[in-house]
């Protein structure tokens, strides 16, 4: 199937810094990327929809300006969590749809922030 | 609205036995249903989905969900249990409108015991 690879796997950046996690769709262009955040024990959020060659489509209560995404080509979007803060450690995991039958969505592998 | 609920937070079954994980749906429309696992630190994998057709379906590494409209459920089975097999499980159903969307359960963990 599709491959989608999410780098890094893991971060730990200290508090105020900013750390851009970067999303590839391996083997397909993805014109659309999503990026989801997990909670400890609870389900994937819908944090954005990335477009390629526009802005993104956040999700109500998300902060435009404290997770920047660019998607700059149809094979990778990147988001950035800027002004990082604990909490804002999570698990970020980004999906990608082939648009090529497969009516599901394929996910990276993940990325844990520890903000401290 | 569309939504998704897992009632159960963790099933535990002894390996060998068949295991069953809940899903119920609320939607809008016809019901675009799936089941992901996750692993450890890892991102979701696909098992199986139900678009249309057979309400039995049949996924990855010996899975099957049953649909059933009339209860709005889309249970995940497996006729006997492994214990590779532990792991978190997201039912999910896509948006009506936006075929780019995705609504998550809470997702449950399965333990396998030996």
């Known amino acids: 199937g599709a491959v989608v690879s999410q780098h890094p796997s893991r971060v730990i950046c200290k508090s105020g810094t900013s750390v851009k996690i970067e999303c590839r769709s391996l083997?397909?262009?993805?014109?659309?990327m999503f990026w989801y955040r997990q909670f400890p024990k609870q389900s994937l959020m819908l944090m954005a929809t990335?477009?390629?060659?526009?802005?993104?489509?956040?999700e109500q209560g998300v902060e435009k300006d404290k997770f920047l995404i660019n998607h700059a080509s149809l094979t990778l979007s990147t988001l950035t969590v800027t002004s990082a803060h604990p909490e804002d450690s999570s698990f970020y995991i980004c999906?990608?749809?082939?648009?090529?039958?497969?009516?599901?969505?394929?996910f990276g592998q993940g990325t844990r922030l520890t903000v401290v | 609205a569309q939504s998704v609920a897992q009632p159960e937070d963790q099933v535990n079954v002894a390996e060998g036995n068949p295991l069953t994980v809940k899903c119920t749906y609320s939607?809008?429309?016809?019901?675009?249903l799936f089941w992901y696992v996750q692993y450890p630190n890892r991102g979701l994998q696909f098992l199986l989905k139900?678009?249309?057709?057979?309400?039995l379906v049949k996924g990855s590494y010996g899975f099957e969900a049953e649909f059933n409209k009339s209860q709005t459920s889309f249970h995940l089975k497996k006729p006997s249990a492994l214990v590779s097999d532990s792991a978190l499980y997201f039912c999910?159903?896509?948006?009506?409108?936006?075929?780019?969307?995705?609504?998550f359960g809470s997702g449950t963990k399965l333990n396998v015991k030996p």
């Open positions: 139900y678009i249309t057709g057979d309400n």
């Open positions: 083997d397909f262009q993805a014109t659309t």
């Open positions: 999906s990608a749809r082939t648009g090529m039958g497969h009516v599901g969505a394929f």
């Open positions: 999910a159903v896509r948006d009506g409108d936006n075929f780019n969307k995705f609504y």
């Open positions: 939607v809008s429309g016809n019901p675009y």
């Open positions: 990335s477009n390629e060659g526009s802005k993104a489509t956040y």
